[in-house]
């Protein structure tokens, strides 16, 4: 099964200052086509979680360009410009290049 | 609008059964790939079960293989989680998704979530 590991685990970010996720995986998330199957989440209290990025650097529909993807192979970055109220909860990496799918263990944001 | 909604949550006893569903709206359900992610209380996400577009193709992970079944119906654009031999480990709320491709072999992400439904096992 492929690991994820993210760090921190715990961030607390002034508002409109950056934020930095790392998220690292056990092997290498590229496929053949060359993209890099890791995806990025943020669970706000009492939801489900929405799609942030995909394909390691794709934001999703109707997300705001403050939010960005990095990286390639097992490492991955996930930054927040100027990060807002708004922006508060757990935020996960998850692998989609094979079954078992799997998780990091979620960085909680708080706004300081 | 475009949305899913879990029911059939509840308490149930070690070892009894219980059956999750999710009804799609608002999208061409037999289009999508389809799978149930859970969250234990104040846990992370973990994945429990896929399926392809037309129900041909099924995955598991080794927690819940042998004990738990996905499976489609895409005249009623329903999705279902049939679930055995229930541990107090299997406690969770229990999301479905919307895989972007037609294949859990070709998933590229989640892109919707139902709200879940939570399941408590306990005697």
């Known amino acids: 099964d492929i690991v994820m590991t993210q760090s921190p685990l715990s961030l607390t970010v002034t508002p409109g200052e950056p934020a930095s996720i790392s998220c690292r995986s056990s092997q290498s998330l590229v496929q053949t086509n060359g993209y890099n199957y890791l995806d990025w989440y943020l669970q706000k209290a009492g939801q489900s979680p929405q799609l942030l990025i995909y394909?390691?650097?794709t934001r999703a529909s109707g997300v705001p360009d403050r939010f960005s993807g990095s990286g390639s192979g097992t490492e991955f970055t996930l930054k927040i410009t100027r990060v807002e109220a708004e922006d508060v909860g757990v935020y996960y990496c998850?692998?989609?290049?094979?079954?078992?799918?799997?998780f990091g263990q979620g960085t909680r944001l708080v706004i300081k | 609008q475009v949305q899913l909604v879990e029911s059939g949550g509840g308490v149930v006893q070690p070892g009894r059964s219980l059956r999750l569903s999710c009804a799609a709206s608002e999208f061409t359900f037999n289009y999508y790939a389809m799978h149930w992610v859970r969250q234990a209380p104040g846990k992370g996400l973990e994945w429990v079960a896929a399926?392809?577009?037309?129900?041909?193709?099924?995955y598991y992970p080794d927690s819940v293989k042998g004990r738990f079944t996905i499976s489609r119906d895409n005249s009623k654009n329903t999705l279902s989680l049939h679930m055995n031999s229930l541990r107090t480990e299997d406690t969770a709320v229990y999301f479905c998704?919307?895989?972007?491709?037609?294949?859990?072999?070709?998933?590229?992400?989640?892109?919707?979530w139902g709200q879940g439904t939570m399941v408590t096992v306990s005697s």
């Open positions: 399926i392809s577009y037309d129900g041909t193709q099924k």
């Open positions: 998704a919307r895989d972007t491709s037609y294949a859990p072999d070709f998933l590229e992400a989640y892109d919707l």
């Open positions: 394909l390691g650097s």
């Open positions: 998850m692998q989609a290049l094979q079954t078992p799918i799997t």
